[in-house]
């Protein structure tokens, strides 16, 4: 029986956002091809029909979070021009820390393990996290701060990562909940939700 393309496409896009979860979930060497297929809802050889390896299957999961991460932040500057920086601190911190692991955010969850990958998803992570930090820094100015709307998008992206980072791995809810208001107060305190070119 042949599949039409977009019966092929619609399994393709299933794979991917199985695999995402459980490379989340999971971690790359704890996430085997059987687990990715069990999720995905496909057979072994439906699998490498998508994707040549783990590696690849990945790669590609990781460049689809990011992509998720960008789309969903330009989606609040549309929505919420005035607020959308308050709102996604808010929403990442919150929501994003406490939700199921397999549907947090790729960048803290999966960056790890790109750490330790090959060197094309290390490039395909550098270039989505260049146009992450241009989505963000599109919405900032330079006005009242030291650093360049890129820089400050960097950090932010680096305090948000790194505090959902601590704030899951610790087992005091409260400790949990103190990072996660101590990284929101910084951000903000940085100026950042303040300088929106929107909001000027």
């Not at 395909?124 to 701060?145: F, W």
């Amino acid at each position: 029986m042949r599949y039409s393309a977009e019966h092929k496409e619609q399994t393709r896009t299933r794979v991917i956002l199985a695999a995402g979860q459980v490379f989340r979930k999971e971690g790359y060497g704890g996430a085997g091809i059987d687990a990715l297929t069990k999720a995905a809802g496909v057979t072994n050889g439906a699998f490498y029909g998508h994707f040549k390896s783990k590696r690849e299957a990945f790669r590609t999961a990781v460049v689809a979070g990011m992509e998720e991460l960008r789309q969903g932040i330009a989606a609040l500057k549309t929505e919420q021009p005035r607020d959308w920086l308050k709102s996604f601190v808010s929403y990442y911190l919150g929501y994003k820390r406490t939700c199921d692991l397999g549907e947090s955010c790729a960048l803290p969850a999966l960056s790890a393990d790109v750490m330790r990958a090959d060197d094309e998803t290390r490039r395909c992570y550098t270039e989505e996290l260049e146009r992450l930090t241009a989505e963000i820094a599109s919405g900032l100015t330079n006005e009242g701060s030291q650093h360049s709307p890129e820089d400050r998008a960097l950090l932010l992206l680096a305090l948000l990562a790194g505090g959902a980072t601590l704030a899951r791995a610790v087992s005091d809810e409260a400790l949990s909940e103190r990072i996660a208001h101590l990284v929101t107060e910084q951000a903000m305190h940085n100026g950042l939700s303040q300088e929106t070119q929107s909001g000027t």
